[in-house]
């Protein structure tokens, strides 16, 4: 059965961390994989989770399934979360999934199925899972030029040039805020432009936003999102709260689906046959804290301020690296470390280069130069300035 079977290549940000792993150095800084880290290096539980576990733990009384498509009060919370109140609940289709990934997925087969001669436009670079779930569940792909490395900004004219090829019907995915893998976000403008010309070709966006709460705050971070769903008529949405619950391991992810009221019945039906199809019920564990926590003022309110204390860090190390790179380098060639936001950015460097900062001092980034910024402390900036000045040298 297995003969004509060929090994995979491996995903790039997973071979990253397991070379990390695999790393005996003691002082080897991961700036790999996005996940968040305290100055001790540590992925944390949140206050406000570890309440809400206490809380399901004393009152939970049954683990039955839920839905196909997930417990409705998750959905709201969620909805409320991302869209505010700029959408009436009977525009809004939802179902809960395993993690943004499965959010992602689930929204391709719902493209795949309701609409299977749509392109669906990705910009470039991108997070690699985009790229892959396309092509597994097979809906047709096109990249759009996103990222100018040369000026550490976004491509507009490129962008615009690309999407010009777009047909009525097809799809365009953006990244809500904090984009993965450059950090470089739509400003309002940006995402008003969009809206408009979106709307003029009939095209659908598709914002996958698993980044809320990191870039500038909660309310602020989803404001283009916010933008599209009260001027484009419908809106694919893929959400995680790995991040900013840190729920990473427990996979709470859904997927929106911001559509005319009429048609939402036959959406939400084949969302939740979407799910019998692949996992039958999602899961339940990370969704439930979740919505524990979004309908308890107290534990929301807890979350927020830790979920901005993690944000400031992560705003100060990347202040505190700019400014070491620029004492290194004597130029300001890194400069847009400081002007972009959330976890990632992109540093550039060819393959020789990021394995020379790998093997010689231990900083693992993921090739093309993505660096999360979350992976470094005060502590270890002076020494990843060091070797990425040395390594990344042109
Ligand atoms: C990342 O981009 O590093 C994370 O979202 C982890 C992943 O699944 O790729």
Not at 133 to 152: F, I, M, S, T
Not at 155 to 178: I, T
């Amino acid at each position: 059965m297995f003969q004509s079977l060929k090994t995979p290549a491996p995903d790039a940000i997973l071979q990253v961390m397991q070379m990390f792993r695999d790393d005996p150095r003691a002082d080897k800084v991961d700036l790999g994989v996005g996940v968040y880290r305290d100055d001790s290096g540590n992925t944390p539980v949140m206050r406000a989770v570890k309440a809400a576990e206490a809380h399901l733990l004393k009152t939970q009384d049954t683990k039955t399934y839920t839905a196909l498509a997930g417990d409705p009060a998750y959905h709201a919370a969620m909805a409320a979360l991302l869209l505010g109140d700029t959408v009436a609940d009977d525009q809004i289709a939802a179902a809960a999934t395993t993690g943004g990934t499965g959010a992602v997925r689930l929204v391709m087969e719902l493209i795949r199925t309701a609409r299977p001669d749509a392109t669906v436009w990705i910009s470039q670079p991108t997070w690699p899972n985009h790229t892959l779930l396309a092509k597994v569940v097979g809906v047709a792909q096109k990249g759009y030029r996103y990222y100018d490395a040369a000026e550490g900004a976004l491509d507009h004219a490129g962008m615009m040039e690309d999407l010009q090829a777009a047909k009525p019907g097809d799809v365009v995915l953006l990244h809500g805020c904090c984009h993965n893998p450059t950090g470089a976000d739509f400003t309002a403008q940006d995402w008003s432009a969009m809206a408009d010309f979106l709307t003029e070709r009939d095209l659908t966006p598709f914002v996958d936003i698993a980044y809320q709460g990191f870039g500038a705050g909660v309310e602020a971070d989803a404001a283009g999102l916010r933008l599209l769903a009260e001027r484009v008529p419908r809106v694919l949405i893929a959400a995680s709260a790995a991040k900013n619950f840190g729920l990473y391991r427990d996979r709470a992810g859904i997927a929106l689906v911001v559509c005319d009221a009429k048609e939402r019945t036959a959406v939400q039906a084949t969302l939740a046959g979407l799910n019998r199809a692949s996992i039958s019920f999602p899961p339940d564990h990370g969704a439930r804290v979740v919505t524990t926590i979004l309908d308890d003022p107290a534990m929301k309110a807890d979350w927020l301020e830790e979920l901005e204390e993690m944000r400031n860090r992560i705003a100060g190390l990347r202040r505190s690296l700019a400014n070491a790179l620029r004492r290194e380098t004597g130029s300001d060639r890194f400069g847009q470390l400081a002007a972009q936001q959330g976890m990632f950015s992109v540093l550039g460097g060819s393959e020789a280069q990021i394995a020379r900062l790998r093997e010689e001092f231990g900083v693992y980034v993921v090739g093309g130069g993505r660096l999360n910024v979350a992976g470094l402390t005060e502590e270890s900036v002076p020494r990843v300035a060091r070797a990425l000045a040395k390594a990344l040298a042109d």
